[in-house]
């Protein structure tokens, strides 16, 4: 089916489908019907005006991303050997979610 070929070739999952047509019901008033005669055109009227760039879990995917980032910096400021130039360890790492740095002094 077209419409859900354009949407695997963007990624998406079976959870950023479900989403989506949840989504799309919810705007349009709709619920789902009891039983489908032709289910695949019944979806495909669903995803059909979807972006395949709006993937609805891409920025759950980020934000996880950005945890697992922050995690990583927290890590090496705590376990690192190195001192910033004010003789904090770590002071000089900044962070890849905030931007700032554990040293006050390296921030200003």
Do not use: F, N
């Amino acid at each position: 089916m077209p419409t859900l070929s354009k949407l695997a070739r963007a990624d998406w999952t079976v959870r950023d489908v479900e989403l989506a047509v949840r989504d799309v019901l919810a705007r349009r008033g709709w619920q789902l019907p009891r039983s489908l005669e032709h289910p695949a055109a019944y979806l495909a009227t669903l995803l059909r005006e979807l972006d395949p760039a709006d993937r609805p879990t891409a920025a759950e995917e980020w934000a996880r991303q950005m945890q697992r980032a922050e995690d990583e910096w927290a890590r090496q400021v705590r376990t690192s050997t190195e001192e910033c130039p004010h003789g904090q360890h770590g002071g000089h790492l900044p962070s890849p979610a905030r931007g700032w740095m554990t040293c006050p002094a390296c921030r200003a």
